[in-house]
């Protein structure tokens, strides 16, 4: 599976923004589908997945009740929405697909 991440940008504190992950090949609704970030000097960190089943959700505690990750089966896609966010949450986001399968990454800068 070939994975797109796009939706990254600059946004003040307090903001939001929703990241895609698109399948260019190959059909998310049978992976495991979920989101990491790497902020600079950092190692790559979980931020949300799904289940295997798809049917629950789980997220780290530094974003739980401020992210929510969804999907889209129609559109072969997954969603990050970002609200309230926070200067602490700059790193580049990665999407992952069970199997070892990366997107290339987008950046999310908030500023202060």
């Known amino acids: 599976v070939q994975l797109q991440a796009s939706g990254g940008g600059l946004v003040q504190a307090g903001g939001s923004l929703r990241l895609s992950c698109a399948a260019s090949?190959?059909?998310?609704?049978?992976?495991?589908m979920g989101w990491f970030r790497q902020a600079p000097g950092k190692e790559r960190e979980f931020v949300a997945a799904?289940?295997?089943?798809?049917?629950?959700?789980y997220y780290a505690d530094s974003v739980k009740g401020r992210f929510t990750i969804s999907r889209d089966n129609a559109k072969n896609t997954v969603y990050l929405q970002m609200n309230s966010l926070k200067p602490e949450d700059t790193a580049v986001y990665y999407c992952?697909?069970?199997?070892?399968?990366w997107g290339q990454g987008t950046q999310v800068t908030v500023s202060s």
């Open positions: 799904f289940s295997k089943s798809g049917g629950t959700t």
């Open positions: 992952r697909a069970n199997g070892g399968y």
């Open positions: 090949e190959g059909t998310l609704s049978r992976y495991r």
